[in-house]
């Protein structure tokens, strides 16, 4: 249990976070509304929906959170307005239709943790014809990043400590998303929204996003930073922008370059960002338009290590 307290606590301290919840909730809800939370964790969102009027909650969760969840509501006497249904949001079914939806699977890019396909499924399964979800629309934003410390966490695996034999994870390392903290300094171009996602709406297979950033001083770049900005509920924002002093503070996302670039201040720098919502493929491109530096490809695909035995390719015994 002690690795779900530490899990849970850490989503409790983010600064801002429950407040904008809170916020987006008693604009959004109406006296009497029934709420399905998905991922509820500890239930805190559905229980602040409570607080702000609904009559009953379906508190979601596919851990042993729910239990921390169970006994809240018991302990707050709660328990008659709040079930908890320990399945996953895809299976559970409640027997009737609720008039809300809310979960924070925003993940680190915003759409890194599946909130997209977790949304449509249960808008489609789980919710009434014109009810709500929170949140509501999804930007994603990208911008370039120059870290020493990033870039040597990408070359740890080839450096003078690591073993030889271990030196083919670099590769792995440099396609693969890291989830770090970014200082506002870092991040050497602007920042670009790469546009908004509705949520609960049908979802495109797969998304393409292009971007063209503009380096703001002369740098080498290990990478982009990824981050969200979300629209919880009525006008309620939530980011965790390195760059906004409304942060909530979560880390954001670092998709590695394999080789640094070289920018000078006003470089134009044409990024690609490829995802599809069922899973956490991602796959990124970044040129120097400017300078004409080679295009780089990175991959989730190209970082993942496979079991072979599960292609049948193992090795005989
Ligand atoms: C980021 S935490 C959020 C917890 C809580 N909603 C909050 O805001 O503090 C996500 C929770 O969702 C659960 N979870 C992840 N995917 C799920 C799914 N498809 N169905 C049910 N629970 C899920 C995890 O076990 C975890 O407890």
């Known amino acids: 249990m002690s690795d779900v307290f530490n899990e849970h606590l850490s989503y409790f301290q983010l600064p801002h976070r429950l407040d904008l919840y809170s916020d987006a909730i008693a604009r959004s809800i109406k006296p009497g509304d029934t709420v399905a939370d998905l991922g509820c964790g500890f239930g805190v969102l559905g229980m602040l929906c409570l607080k702000h009027g609904a009559s009953h909650v379906w508190g979601i969760d596919d851990s042993e959170a729910l239990h921390v969840a169970r006994e809240t509501v018991q302990r707050s006497g709660l328990s008659e307005r709040y ?20 979960c924070d699977h925003i993940g680190h890019f915003g759409a890194d943790y599946g909130i997209i396909a977790m949304l449509h499924d249960a808008q489609k399964r789980l919710l009434k014809p014109g009810g709500l979800v929170i949140p509501r629309e999804l930007r994603m934003e990208v911008a370039a990043v120059s870290s020493k410390a990033q870039a040597a966490r990408v070359n740890l695996w080839s450096g003078t400590g ?20 970014f200082a506002a300094d870092e991040i050497v171009s602007d920042a670009c929204d790469l546009g908004s996602i509705t949520l609960g709406a049908e979802a495109a297979q797969f998304f393409h996003f292009s971007a063209t950033l503009t380096a703001a001083k002369d740098a080498e770049m290990h990478g982009l930073a990824g981050w ?32 640094p670039i070289a920018v000078r201040a006003g470089d134009q720098l044409a990024v690609t960002i490829k995802m599809r919502p069922c899973d956490t493929m991602l796959a990124w491109t970044v040129e120097n338009v400017t300078s004409g530096a080679l295009v780089q490809k990175m991959s989730t695909w190209k970082g993942a290590i496979f079991d072979p035995d599960a292609f049948g390719q193992g090795n005989q015994k």
């Open 83 to 102: 079930t908890c249904i320990a399945s996953s949001s895809y299976k559970a079914d409640l027997r009737q239709k609720v008039d809300v939806i809310i």
């Open 162 to 181: 690591s073993l030889p034999e271990f030196h083919w994870l670099r590769e792995k390392s440099a396609n693969t998303k890291h989830i770090v903290d």
């Open 228 to 259: 969200f900005d979300c629209l919880l509920g009525g006008d309620v924002w939530m980011n965790n922008s390195p760059l906004k002093e409304s942060s909530i503070g979560r880390s954001q996302a670092f998709l590695p370059l394999e080789q």
